[in-house]
């Protein structure tokens, strides 16, 4: 079993040296980088010659050409901000050494450190997300955001665990709020969707109770409150981004 590690990038100086050797175990790793303007790419030749620059097309198709490039069978995908940790790379590097996996794919869960703190709840944990899959059966869907791995075959879960680490701070995530809000606006009007008044206004109350107080957000302290808060100004932007464009229409 051998595994291509791959993770694309933009102006992720300040994360990708640490990326990039928790991937030590991999047998190849390559960036494809969506023309940084800092020094992203210098560091990432510290640990892989398997380098491509190109515009940015669209998370998904940058994925899915960053694993085209791959010599391997199989494709173990990295986000910038995130590590494989210590248990998983030692999972990873047990199933390699043993005979090749029936499953076309493994998901992994996810644990976020946000403001301070690890998460545990707020909808964040575990958030499994399948980063490990054969080249020959899966790809990534989604036009705008919110990408996602499909395959066909079975798909099983690891117990080691991706750590992520977003934002750095509330205005960072603020910032962010309104770059996916746009894509997600944008996905849905391609889909046929329309804004309406009653989403704009119910989306944001169902979100927040959704996620501090089904979810326990609650139990996260602040940054739980601020995780169901910035959820809901992410629903309304998105819907009332959608009701703009539909207008404009």
Known sequence: MKITATVITYNEEHNIAAALESLSWADEIIVVDSESTDRTIEIARRFTDRIFVRAWPGYSIQKNFAAAQASNDWIFNLD???????????EIVEMKDGPEPAPTGFRIPRRTFYLGRWIRHSGWYPDRKLRLYRKDAG???GAFVHESVEVKGEVKNLSG???????????????????????????LRGQGKKGSLIATLLSPVATFIRSYILKLGFLDGVPGLAIAYFAAHYAFLKNLKLWEATRRR
Do not use: C, G, I, Q
């Open 80 to 90: 910038a901000d995130e590590r494989v940790s210590p248990e998983l790379a030692k």
């Open 139 to 141: 790809r990534f869907t």
């Open 161 to 187: 665990e991706l750590l992520h680490y977003t934002v750095r701070n509330s205005s960072e995530h603020h910032e962010r709020l309104d770059r996916y809000t746009t894509l997600a606006a944008d996905e």
